[in-house]
């Protein structure tokens, strides 16, 4: 049964149900893992682990003819084929180190299946109250009500950690999404990543590896939201007084900005700095039919912009290493494989979207219910009602 509500009511109706329901769900989602939490990053490495990735420095088994890996500073970091998972080459890849906001895309991976783009929201001054001081902002106002689409264009675009706060808000509060984050991260096989701030503001005892970005930035090329955020240049954003003001992505790999070259079939992900994680960076690039993903983790040299020139090699490198190396890992070894379409969002939580919208058409009427409790699972069903309005 599809019950309809009126465009006021899912604003209240939909996101109380959905937070109350979501605080079920990290066990269900460690449930659907079936394994325990492996505690704390850098242990020996499991049984379905390839154990050269937990090995120390410079991982690479090149055949006769292979380009030599390049030299860049960075304390860690992974290339990875984003299709078949197969990791080319790593440096510490599991090392665990801050990462600032590349972190949000775990938070996106767990949270935007749960958040059609359509629902509107007014934002009260509560979910604003707990950013951090010297936060990336992207200017979400108390008091203004805004579509969920802009909130992830404030998340994707500039970082914005106001943003990620409303966000988190409407999917059951700052604790219980870093804990459904947690479980997420469990269930893709990532489990160097410990949650403490879903913004990625430093905060003691959060730390993630360049393996697990990897993993995390693999599996949002899956999810067409995801794809489609990470790769925007630039978007609107809505001011006070019904004005709108541009904003452009902080990934200047993506941009070209401030110098750096932009790199050719460049298709996102996400940067992150903050004074203790350095400058970190996921990164995905498409040639000739073949997706490649590096994470860089905090260049030791070379200033603001090395993260981007060292990802840039890194990119060259795997591409110009095609059929030239023996894989040394994998990064679907630690869990289940990603798989386009629905199969790729989080534990327990799915959206039911039409194939597309038609622009006559808005999401104004949400159900929600709790299909099963069986086998220490909750499954969590947001299904969209389609109501045609007029001027819209």
């Known amino acids: 049964m599809t019950i309809g509500f009126s465009s006021r009511a899912v604003r209240s109706t939909c996101v109380l149900c959905v937070a109350g329901l979501l605080t079920l769900m990290p066990a269900a989602a460690a449930a659907r893992a079936g394994r325990p939490d492996p505690g704390p990053p850098g242990g020996a490495p499991s049984a379905d682990q390839p154990s050269l990735l937990y090995r120390s420095g410079t991982q690479v088994r090149p055949r006769p003819g292979a380009p030599g890996v390049p030299d860049v500073s960075a304390l860690s970091w992974v290339v990875a084929d984003a299709d078949s998972g197969d990791v080319l080459a790593a440096h510490d890849a599991h090392r665990g180190l801050p990462p600032a906001s590349t972190l949000k895309t775990l938070f996106a991976l767990t949270v935007l299946p749960a958040l059609p783009g359509g629902i509107r929201h007014e934002v009260r001054g509560d979910e604003l109250a707990g950013v951090g001081p010297g936060s990336s902002l992207v200017g979400v106002v108390e008091g203004h009500t805004y579509q969920v689409s802009d909130l992830w264009n404030g998340v994707f675009l500039n970082s914005g950690n106001d943003a990620v706060h409303v966000l988190a808000s409407l999917t059951g509060g700052w604790d219980a999404t870093a804990a459904r984050m947690q479980a997420e991260a469990r269930a893709l096989g990532a489990r160097d990543t410990h949650v403490r701030s879903p913004d990625g503001y430093d905060a003691p005892g959060q730390v993630s590896s360049a393996y697990d970005l990897a993993v995390f930035g693999r599996a949002g090329l899956r999810n067409p939201d995801f794809a489609r955020y990470c790769a925007k240049v630039e978007a609107m954003f809505?001011?006070?007084?019904?004005d709108a003001f541009g904003i452009r992505n902080t990934n200047r790999l993506l941009t070209g900005e401030d110098g750096v070259e932009p790199y050719p079939g460049l298709i996102g992900i996400k940067n992150g700095y903050t004074s203790n994680a350095g400058n970190t960076l996921v990164a995905a690039a498409r040639?000739?039919?073949?997706?490649?993903?590096?994470?860089?983790?905090?260049?030791?040299?070379g200033g603001g912009h090395a993260v981007y020139e060292e990802a840039r090699s890194l990119l060259d490198w795997g591409f110009e290493a095609s059929g030239r190396v023996v894989p040394v890992g994998s990064l679907t070894a630690g869990g289940t494989r990603p798989r386009p379409g629905p199969e790729a969002v989080p534990a327990a939580v799915a959206a039911v979207r039409p194939a597309r919208h038609d622009p006559g058409w808005r999401e104004t009427g949400a159900i929600v219910g709790v299909a099963g409790l069986g086998a220490g699972a909750v499954a969590l069903v947001l299904r969209l009602k389609l109501v045609r309005t007029r001027g819209t």
């Open 238 to 242: 809505p001011g006070r007084n019904g």
């Open 287 to 301: 040639r000739d039919g073949r997706t490649l993903v590096v994470t860089v983790m905090n260049p030791q040299e």
